[in-house]
Protein backbone atom coordinates (compact mmCIF):
# COMPACT_ATOMS: atom_id res chain seq x y z
CA UNK A 1 0.00 0.00 0.00
CA UNK A 2 1.33 3.45 -0.61
CA UNK A 3 1.99 5.40 2.63
CA UNK A 4 2.12 8.94 2.67
CA UNK A 5 2.99 9.89 6.28
CA UNK A 6 3.12 13.68 7.54
CA UNK A 7 5.25 15.01 10.32
CA UNK A 8 2.50 15.93 13.09
CA UNK A 9 -1.20 15.75 13.09
CA UNK A 10 -1.49 18.45 15.11
CA UNK A 11 0.41 21.86 16.17
CA UNK A 12 -0.16 24.89 17.68
CA UNK A 13 2.22 27.78 16.83
CA UNK A 14 2.75 31.71 17.11
CA UNK A 15 1.94 34.47 15.04
CA UNK A 16 5.22 35.11 13.21
CA UNK A 17 7.17 31.70 13.85
CA UNK A 18 8.76 29.60 11.14
CA UNK A 19 6.96 26.51 10.68
CA UNK A 20 7.80 23.15 8.83
CA UNK A 21 5.65 20.95 7.70
CA UNK A 22 7.28 17.51 6.79
CA UNK A 23 5.63 14.90 3.97
CA UNK A 24 6.94 11.61 3.05
CA UNK A 25 6.28 9.13 0.56
CA UNK A 26 6.99 6.05 0.40
CA UNK A 27 6.09 4.57 -3.36
CA UNK A 28 8.80 6.71 -5.47
CA UNK A 29 6.21 9.13 -6.97
CA UNK A 30 7.16 11.87 -8.78
CA UNK A 31 5.06 14.43 -8.17
CA UNK A 32 3.69 15.92 -4.95
CA UNK A 33 1.29 18.35 -3.17
CA UNK A 34 0.90 20.60 -0.52
CA UNK A 35 -3.01 21.41 0.19
CA UNK A 36 -5.33 23.50 2.81
CA UNK A 37 -8.56 22.53 3.11
CA UNK A 38 -11.25 24.51 4.94
CA UNK A 39 -14.43 24.46 5.40
CA UNK A 40 -16.65 25.47 2.43
CA UNK A 41 -13.76 25.85 0.53
CA UNK A 42 -12.34 22.31 -0.28
CA UNK A 43 -8.66 21.92 -1.41
CA UNK A 44 -6.93 24.45 -2.70
CA UNK A 45 -4.13 23.90 -3.77
CA UNK A 46 -0.45 25.75 -2.27
CA UNK A 47 2.16 24.46 -4.34
CA UNK A 48 3.65 21.37 -5.89
CA UNK A 49 6.76 19.68 -7.20
CA UNK A 50 6.93 17.16 -10.25
CA UNK A 51 10.87 16.46 -9.63
CA UNK A 52 13.47 16.93 -6.72
CA UNK A 53 14.60 20.30 -6.43
CA UNK A 54 11.48 21.41 -8.75
CA UNK A 55 8.42 23.15 -7.62
CA UNK A 56 5.53 24.89 -9.15
CA UNK A 57 3.04 27.42 -7.74
CA UNK A 58 -0.35 26.46 -6.98
CA UNK A 59 -3.29 28.60 -6.57
CA UNK A 60 -2.60 29.97 -3.41
CA UNK A 61 1.31 29.92 -3.03
CA UNK A 62 1.68 33.68 -0.73
CA UNK A 63 2.81 32.95 2.57
CA UNK A 64 4.57 29.54 2.30
CA UNK A 65 7.43 28.22 0.64
CA UNK A 66 8.58 24.65 -0.44
CA UNK A 67 11.59 22.24 -0.55
CA UNK A 68 12.07 19.30 -2.14
CA UNK A 69 15.81 17.52 -1.79
CA UNK A 70 14.51 14.45 -2.09
CA UNK A 71 12.32 12.24 -4.14
CA UNK A 72 10.54 10.89 -1.23
CA UNK A 73 10.54 14.02 0.99
CA UNK A 74 7.77 17.55 0.18
CA UNK A 75 8.25 20.45 2.57
CA UNK A 76 6.11 22.97 3.36
CA UNK A 77 7.41 25.98 5.04
CA UNK A 78 5.56 28.83 6.82
CA UNK A 79 7.95 31.43 6.82
CA UNK A 80 6.14 33.61 9.54
CA UNK A 81 3.02 32.56 10.42
CA UNK A 82 -0.42 34.10 10.90
CA UNK A 83 -3.57 33.62 12.02
CA UNK A 84 -5.34 33.18 8.30
CA UNK A 85 -2.70 30.00 7.80
CA UNK A 86 -4.61 27.93 10.50
CA UNK A 87 -6.09 25.52 8.50
CA UNK A 88 -5.80 21.58 7.24
CA UNK A 89 -2.57 21.13 5.53
CA UNK A 90 -2.80 17.95 3.13
CA UNK A 91 0.09 16.34 1.34
CA UNK A 92 -0.57 13.68 -1.13
CA UNK A 93 1.42 12.04 -4.06
CA UNK A 94 1.02 10.83 -7.50
CA UNK A 95 3.39 9.41 -10.32
CA UNK A 96 3.74 10.76 -13.51
CA UNK A 97 1.30 8.85 -16.02
CA UNK A 98 -0.51 6.14 -14.86
CA UNK A 99 -4.19 6.62 -13.15
CA UNK A 100 -2.77 9.84 -11.57
CA UNK A 101 -4.96 8.96 -8.39
CA UNK A 102 -3.71 11.43 -5.47
CA UNK A 103 -2.63 9.32 -2.56
CA UNK A 104 -3.10 11.58 0.63
CA UNK A 105 -1.68 11.85 3.92
CA UNK A 106 -3.54 12.06 7.08
CA UNK A 107 -3.27 15.81 7.43
CA UNK A 108 -1.91 18.40 10.15
CA UNK A 109 -4.04 20.94 11.62
CA UNK A 110 -2.01 23.66 11.91
CA UNK A 111 -3.15 26.49 14.76
CA UNK A 112 -1.44 29.76 14.47
CA UNK A 113 -2.59 31.80 17.71
CA UNK B 1 -10.24 30.16 -15.28
CA UNK B 2 -10.92 26.08 -14.73
CA UNK B 3 -13.10 25.36 -12.22
CA UNK B 4 -14.91 22.34 -10.58
CA UNK B 5 -18.72 22.70 -9.11
CA UNK B 6 -20.00 20.47 -6.96
CA UNK B 7 -24.14 22.07 -6.38
CA UNK B 8 -24.77 20.94 -2.54
CA UNK B 9 -22.78 21.72 -0.04
CA UNK B 10 -24.65 19.77 2.79
CA UNK B 11 -27.17 16.87 2.15
CA UNK B 12 -29.01 14.71 4.74
CA UNK B 13 -30.52 11.95 3.48
CA UNK B 14 -32.60 8.92 5.45
CA UNK B 15 -30.80 5.77 5.47
CA UNK B 16 -32.07 3.39 2.05
CA UNK B 17 -32.72 7.16 0.21
CA UNK B 18 -30.98 6.95 -3.12
CA UNK B 19 -28.27 9.81 -3.81
CA UNK B 20 -26.82 11.71 -6.42
CA UNK B 21 -23.78 14.79 -6.11
CA UNK B 22 -23.84 17.10 -8.79
CA UNK B 23 -20.58 17.67 -10.43
CA UNK B 24 -19.71 20.04 -13.10
CA UNK B 25 -16.03 21.30 -14.95
CA UNK B 26 -15.39 23.94 -16.44
CA UNK B 27 -12.97 22.82 -19.43
CA UNK B 28 -13.43 22.26 -23.12
CA UNK B 29 -10.75 19.63 -23.50
CA UNK B 30 -9.66 16.06 -22.61
CA UNK B 31 -10.41 15.65 -18.85
CA UNK B 32 -9.86 12.62 -16.39
CA UNK B 33 -12.41 12.47 -13.39
CA UNK B 34 -12.61 11.47 -9.66
CA UNK B 35 -14.78 11.13 -6.96
CA UNK B 36 -12.60 11.15 -3.36
CA UNK B 37 -14.00 10.93 -0.06
CA UNK B 38 -13.15 11.72 3.28
CA UNK B 39 -14.74 10.07 6.37
CA UNK B 40 -15.18 11.26 9.78
CA UNK B 41 -10.95 11.54 10.59
CA UNK B 42 -10.17 9.80 7.63
CA UNK B 43 -7.71 10.91 5.19
CA UNK B 44 -8.88 11.55 1.63
CA UNK B 45 -9.33 8.34 -0.54
CA UNK B 46 -10.17 7.89 -4.01
CA UNK B 47 -14.08 6.64 -4.38
CA UNK B 48 -13.66 6.10 -8.53
CA UNK B 49 -12.22 7.76 -11.49
CA UNK B 50 -12.87 8.24 -14.99
CA UNK B 51 -10.22 8.14 -17.82
CA UNK B 52 -11.92 6.92 -20.82
CA UNK B 53 -14.04 4.21 -22.30
CA UNK B 54 -17.48 3.40 -20.44
CA UNK B 55 -18.97 6.75 -19.33
CA UNK B 56 -20.52 4.86 -16.37
CA UNK B 57 -17.97 4.12 -13.30
CA UNK B 58 -18.30 1.90 -10.92
CA UNK B 59 -16.54 2.47 -7.84
CA UNK B 60 -16.18 1.12 -4.06
CA UNK B 61 -18.85 0.76 -1.64
CA UNK B 62 -21.49 0.31 -4.40
CA UNK B 63 -21.09 4.03 -5.78
CA UNK B 64 -20.82 4.57 -9.58
CA UNK B 65 -20.97 8.10 -11.52
CA UNK B 66 -21.61 8.74 -15.12
CA UNK B 67 -19.58 11.13 -16.98
CA UNK B 68 -21.63 12.46 -19.59
CA UNK B 69 -19.44 15.38 -21.58
CA UNK B 70 -21.63 17.19 -23.39
CA UNK B 71 -23.24 18.40 -19.91
CA UNK B 72 -19.72 18.63 -18.47
CA UNK B 73 -21.11 16.80 -15.50
CA UNK B 74 -19.64 13.49 -13.53
CA UNK B 75 -21.87 13.25 -10.86
CA UNK B 76 -22.20 10.75 -8.29
CA UNK B 77 -24.76 8.14 -7.43
CA UNK B 78 -25.56 5.79 -4.94
CA UNK B 79 -29.54 3.52 -4.96
CA UNK B 80 -29.35 3.20 -1.42
CA UNK B 81 -27.15 4.94 0.99
CA UNK B 82 -26.25 3.47 4.69
CA UNK B 83 -24.88 5.65 7.81
CA UNK B 84 -21.64 4.74 6.87
CA UNK B 85 -21.77 6.74 3.89
CA UNK B 86 -21.71 9.49 6.16
CA UNK B 87 -18.98 11.92 5.10
CA UNK B 88 -17.58 14.62 2.85
CA UNK B 89 -17.24 14.13 -0.81
CA UNK B 90 -14.86 15.83 -3.31
CA UNK B 91 -15.59 15.83 -7.32
CA UNK B 92 -12.09 16.41 -8.90
CA UNK B 93 -10.71 16.81 -12.40
CA UNK B 94 -7.50 16.40 -14.03
CA UNK B 95 -7.27 18.80 -17.05
CA UNK B 96 -5.50 17.50 -20.33
CA UNK B 97 -1.91 16.93 -19.78
CA UNK B 98 -0.98 19.02 -16.63
CA UNK B 99 -0.52 16.76 -13.16
CA UNK B 100 -2.86 19.57 -11.30
CA UNK B 101 -5.80 18.16 -9.78
CA UNK B 102 -8.45 20.96 -9.47
CA UNK B 103 -11.21 19.97 -6.66
CA UNK B 104 -14.70 21.16 -5.91
CA UNK B 105 -15.35 22.59 -2.66
CA UNK B 106 -17.17 19.52 -1.56
CA UNK B 107 -20.34 17.86 -0.91
CA UNK B 108 -20.90 17.09 2.97
CA UNK B 109 -23.22 14.12 3.41
CA UNK B 110 -25.33 12.96 6.68
CA UNK B 111 -27.24 9.44 6.55
CA UNK B 112 -29.73 9.81 9.09
CA UNK B 113 -30.02 6.25 11.00
Known amino acids: DVKVTQSSRYLVKRTGEKVFLECVQD?????MFWYRQDPGLGLRLIYF???????EKGDIPEGYSVSREKKERFSLILESASTNQTSMYLC????????????FGPGTRLTVT | AQSVSQHNHHVILSEAASLELGCNYS??????LFWYVQYPGQHLQLLLK??????LVKGIKGFEAEFIKSKFSFNLRKPSVQWSDTAEYFC???????????FGKGTRLHILP
Open chain 1, 92 to 103: ASTPTGGSYEQY
Open chain 1, 27 to 31: MDHEN
Open chain 1, 49 to 55: SYDVKMK
Open chain 2, 27 to 32: YGGTVN
Open chain 2, 50 to 55: YFSGDP
Open chain 2, 92 to 102: AVKLGRDDKII
